[in-house]
């Protein structure tokens, strides 16, 4: 079992930053590839950016670039750097871990979310 605990979200404005923190505890952080999710009002969950365990990344064409996802193992938590923000960033993100051991067997997990509006 993993708990994740997002935070960092709030109110910026176009053009700003944001950096997300997601703290998991519960199982060994280091095993688990992490991902950034997020969901904008009437719109379905979207992949922002992952890491895998060995530290490659994948970002969604929407915010490659602008945005930086990083892991520290050492203190359990996956960041989201978010520079050049736009209003259509504007969304709830979910930190998300993901661990699959076989075919059959896969673990996941999901944090409360994190709001984030990017607005003037």
């Known amino acids: 079992q993993v708990h994740l605990v997002e935070s960092g979200g709030g109110l910026v404005q176009p053009g700003g930053s944001l950096r997300l923190s997601c703290a998991a505890s519960g199982s060994i952080f280091s095993i688990y590839a992490m991902g950034w999710y997020r969901q904008a009002p009437g719109k379905q969950r979207e992949l922002v950016a992952a890491?895998?365990?060995?530290?490659?990344?994948n970002y969604a064409g929407s915010v490659k670039g602008r945005f930086t996802i990083s892991r520290d193992n050492a203190k359990n938590t996956v960041y989201l750097q978010m520079n050049s923000l736009k209003p259509e960033d504007t969304a709830v993100y979910f930190c998300n871990a993901e661990r699959t051991v076989t075919a059959e067997l896969r673990y996941e997990y999901w944090g409360q979310g994190t709001p984030v509006t990017v607005s003037s």
């Open positions: 890491i895998a365990t060995g530290g490659s990344t």
